[in-house]
């Protein structure tokens, strides 16, 4: 399958190129900065560029089946560039007639099938009040993604650790599930959506 991929610089990000390329698909990535992208692999092109811009994003877009984005706030700034970024993103899907969105967020945004627990609703309060404005543009890129006409899974992650894979999660909703998950098997997961239809338009949360 032929994947565009926006955040394939993170932590997560590399590992979601690397289990792509293994499993032989064929991956575009976006990257503000190429270097940052130290895999060389045959079915890899790396496009040079900020999701800031539309023409970028469409250049990653074209041609894919599935688009996979792992984008999150890099400061608590109150820019909502993820938001911008995932107009971006739904403008240029809709152009090239892609259907398939795979988005990752944290667990804080919600979903009215969530049940939390008090550990959950405390978590919840204190990223409200230190990651405000984090909070905000997720919860934007969330609802803009619902609103959309493709078809989207919004992957959502409690705390990420850099444990080695287990092979396995657990699949729920806030107050069903743990509260950690290591960034390998989100990685897992997230790229199985693209073809799994288990979820679609629907936001899950994983944990292991």
């Known amino acids: 399958m032929k994947l565009a991929v926006f955040g394939g610089s993170s932590k997560t990000g590399t590992l ?26 045959p079915k890899l092109t790396v496009v040079p560029g900020d999701a800031q811009n539309p023409a970028a994003v469409a250049r990653v877009i074209d041609g894919a089946e599935a ?12 820019q909502m560039t993820i938001s911008a970024a995932t107009q971006n993103i739904l403008t240029a899907m809709q152009t090239a007639q892609v259907r398939r969105l795979v988005l990752v967020t944290g667990a804080g945004v919600g979903d009215p099938h969530d049940k939390p627990g008090l550990i959950d609703r405390l978590f919840k309060l204190v990223l409200g009040v230190v990651s405000k404005n984090v909070i905000a543009d997720m919860l934007n890129v969330a609802r803009m993604v619902r609103a959309s006409g493709v078809e989207w899974t ?29 960034r390998a098997d989100l990685a897992a997961f997230t790229l199985q959506q693209v073809e799994d239809r288990s979820y679609v338009r629907q936001a899950p949360v994983i944990s292991n």
Do not use: C, F, W
């Not at 996979?68 to 109150?78: E, H, Y």
């Not at 992650?157 to 909703?173: E, F, H, K, S």
């Open 154 to 182: 919004i992957v959502r992650a409690p705390m990420l650790t850099d444990a080695p894979a287990q092979g396995a999660t657990r699949v729920g909703y806030l107050g069903s599930v743990g509260v950690r998950l290591s």
């Open 67 to 78: 688009v996979i984005s792992l984008m999150g706030p890099t400061s608590n700034a109150a």
């Open 16 to 41: 979601l190129l690397e289990q792509a390329l293994k499993a032989g698909h064929e991956v575009t990535a976006l990257a503000r900065t190429p270097s940052k992208v130290t895999l060389q692999h």
